[in-house]
């Protein structure tokens, strides 16, 4: 994928940006390496072309931010923390009115935060 080549150094380093992305458009985030099975690594691997003992690898912990932040811009995410924590916290109060177990709070956030996601989100590039 010319996009993650132009913007890498290496195999590895290539690999791991498309897997971030790919992870990304599925799921909405960035899991860690421990939590994408082996089929969807070795899927990628094929797509790519690239040989069987090449692994994905950020390198440096600022490689990987970079990627994270080269993924939200292929995508037209704008990382704002501060927003999520904001609208996670209203609903959090609004559902404690009628709810007092903590996983049922923390539940009435996450799917707030899809809802807002869904509402926002632009809509999906091609992967090319």
């Known amino acids: ?67 994270r932040k080269l993924v939200r811009q292929r995508q037209g995410v704008k990382y704002d923390a501060g927003r999520a924590r904001a609208i996670a916290a209203a609903a959090i109060r609004k559902a404690a009115q009628a709810k007092n177990n903590p996983a049922d709070l923390i539940n009435v956030a996450i799917e707030e935060l899809h809802v807002v996601r869904e509402l926002i989100r632009p809509r999906a590039r091609g992967a090319g």
Not at 4 to 24: I, M, N
Not at 41 to 54: S, T
């Open 1 to 67: 994928m010319a996009w993650a080549e132009q913007r890498t150094g290496s195999p590895e380093s290539c690999f791991a940006l498309v897997l971030a992305l790919k992870c990304f458009q599925k799921m909405a985030r960035f899991p860690s390496m421990d939590e994408i099975p082996e089929v969807v690594i070795d899927h990628v691997r094929r797509c790519l072309e690239l040989a069987e003992d090449v692994w994905p690898e950020h390198g440096s912990s600022g490689s990987a931010k970079a990627h």
